[in-house]
Nanobody, 115 residues
Framework: QVQLAESGGGLAQAGGSLRLSCAASGSTFIINAINWYRQGPGKQRELVASITRSGSTNYADSVKERFTISRDNAKNTVYLQMNSLKPEDTAVYYC?????????WGQGTQVTVSS
């Protein structure tokens, strides 16, 4: 089994920065890609960014050039560096992975951006 735990959320002003962390534990050797999703108030959950074990990345158009996903395989941790934050980035951010037939989510961390 794999467990995911997010940290690093909080309150930021528009134009500011935050860094989220997703720490994986358990059978981490079976993890390939880790994703960051977010769900804003009254919105559907959406994919923000993904990174594979080899470091290939993918971003939603809404966060390109502002967010950077990275991973430290030795620490079993994935990071989401969020710069130039906007009020519309306000959401609960979740990390997620799929292994075998299982879909594993973290508990989420709140990010609030004030204008």
């Amino acid at each position: 089994q794999v467990q995911l735990a997010e940290s690093g959320g909080g309150l930021a002003q528009a134009g500011g920065s935050l860094r989220l962390s997703c720490a994986a534990s358990g059978s981490t050797f079976i993890i390939n890609a880790i994703n960051w999703y977010r769900q804003g108030p009254g919105k559907q959950r959406e994919l923000v960014a993904s990174i594979t074990r080899s470091g290939s990345t993918n971003y939603a158009d809404s966060v390109k050039e502002r967010f950077t996903i990275s991973r430290d395989n030795a620490k079993n941790t994935v990071y989401l560096q969020m710069n130039s934050l906007k009020p519309e980035d306000t959401a609960v951010y979740y990390c997620h992975t799929v292994y075998g037939s299982r879909s594993q989510w973290g508990q989420g961390t709140q990010v609030t951006v004030s204008s």
